[in-house]
């Protein structure tokens, strides 16, 4: 099961993410980061905790972490980037500097980070959401020492509140995977929709992630597993 303290850690890093994202994309643009470290990299994983390293005293309050989770927020960070956005068609790179000739994973990025758009959720990014809620659901019937079938589980789904609080519940757990660098895609895309959105298929511009909200989902979904599957 999800813990609350874990949650508000992880919660807190999703949102820094976001602040840093924004302000990475703005800073690009005119041109306050610079490149003129040659990075020897090859993924974008590897090339991020150097990168908030060299740049750590730079990077806005609200928006870094604490210099002891460097290692767990740049797992997180690099995820961010993968889940959730695709590069559009754009020129070829560009350096900022004479003698910038970095294009490792994480500048060339950062240089191309005006040019994102967010990924599209396709059916298999769906599929993969769906497989997440029951896992996450199945995962919670054997704390209770239950053996549920996933179409019994699936059919629990059919229900909007049911499907909402699987869909925060498995957001949770995607959170502590990417804290170890696990990515999963545009699914994560496809259950954020699930609770960000409302049924006619739009954000709901009030919705505010927050721990609470996850653990009282999780909270209501043991409920639901347990009262709905077969004794």
Sequence with gaps: MLDAANMQRLVDMQHRSYRLLKWVSQ???????????AHQYTTLPEATEPWMVEHYSNLPVNARPDRQ??????????TYLSNSFDL??????Q???PGAHCFCPMCSWFVEAPHLKTKKVDSRAKRRAQTMRVNVMAGLAVERHRSVPDSVLE????????????SLAAYGVDLMEREL???????????????AWNELGSPNPRFQLSAAAIMDAQSRLLESV???APS
């Design 88 to 93: 559009v068609a754009k020129p070829g790179k």
């Design 181 to 195: 660098g696990i990515v999963n895609g545009p699914a994560v895309l496809a259950l954020w929709r699930g609770f």
């Design 95 to 97: 350096r900022y500097s």
């Design 155 to 166: 059919g629990l789904l059919k229900q909007r509140s049911t499907f909402v609080d699987a």
């Design 226 to 228: 347990v009262n709905g």
């Design 69 to 78: 989770d460097l290692k767990a927020f740049s797992h997180f960070f690099s």
């Design 27 to 37: 800073a690009v643009t005119s041109q306050f980061i610079r490149f003129d470290t």
